[in-house]
């Protein structure tokens, strides 16, 4: 099976609105072209759940936070909690959404479903170790578990339980 496959048959979990899949679709793009492998809705150490986390071959970490509208931005803020589990962290959106309604003080990308551009870039804070190794462990399972799902959709990590 194809990555292209394997990408395709990834179910959607119907937390996010067309617009926000799509610029979810864009921003991984523009991710794997800078060579970072990417999971999606990755559960933190705090609790919260990141929209887009990104992982460099130096072990570099970065956390992407969508904002589909004005509204959702306003509406979560939960976003703030990121900072603590990366090197850097980008909100990102559509054209649609007014660029001066982010935070200066973090990355952002402009994207739809077929690509994505950093029009921002996030200011570097690095990871304390500890906390570098706990993301990178929740990555890696979080991206072991859901090839397992795709390779056995009825075993534990599989869709059919």
């Given at each position: 099976?194809?990555a292209n496959s394997?990408a395709?048959?990834?179910?959607v979990?119907?937390?996010?609105?067309?617009?926000?899949?799509a610029?979810a679709r864009?921003?991984?793009?523009l991710?794997?072209?800078?060579?970072?492998s990417?999971v999606?809705?990755l559960s933190?150490?705090s609790?919260r759940?990141?929209?887009l986390?990104?992982?460099g071959?130096?072990?570099d970490?970065?956390?992407?936070e969508?904002?589909s509208s004005?509204?959702?931005f306003?509406?979560?803020?939960?976003?703030m909690?990121?900072?603590?589990h990366?090197?850097?962290?980008?909100?990102?959106?559509?054209?649609?959404?007014p660029?001066?309604?982010?935070p200066?003080?973090?990355?952002?990308?402009?994207?739809?479903?077929?690509?994505?551009?950093?029009?921002?870039?996030?200011?570097?804070h690095?990871?304390?170790?500890?906390?570098?190794?706990?993301?990178?462990?929740a990555?890696?399972?979080?991206?072991?578990?859901?090839?397992?799902?795709l390779?056995?959709?009825?075993?534990?990590?599989?869709?059919g339980?």
């Amino acid at each position: 099976m194809s990555a292209n496959s394997l990408a395709a048959s990834l179910p959607v979990d119907g937390r996010q609105s067309a617009t926000a899949l799509a610029v979810a679709r864009g921003t991984t793009r523009l991710l794997h072209s800078f060579g970072l492998s990417v999971v999606s809705e990755l559960s933190l150490g705090s609790g919260r759940r990141a929209d887009l986390v990104a992982l460099g071959a130096a072990g570099d970490i970065w956390i992407v936070e969508i904002k589909s509208s004005i509204a959702d931005f306003r509406a979560d803020q939960k976003w703030m909690d990121y900072r603590l589990h990366c090197d850097r962290l980008f909100f990102s959106t559509t054209l649609d959404v007014p660029r001066e309604i982010f935070p200066a003080d973090a990355g952002l990308i402009v994207a739809d479903a077929f690509g994505a551009e950093i029009v921002c870039e996030a200011p570097e804070h690095r990871l304390h170790a500890s906390t570098r190794k706990s993301v990178m462990l929740a990555f890696a399972c979080a991206a072991a578990q859901r090839l397992s799902a795709l390779a056995d959709p009825d075993g534990p990590y599989g869709n059919g339980l």
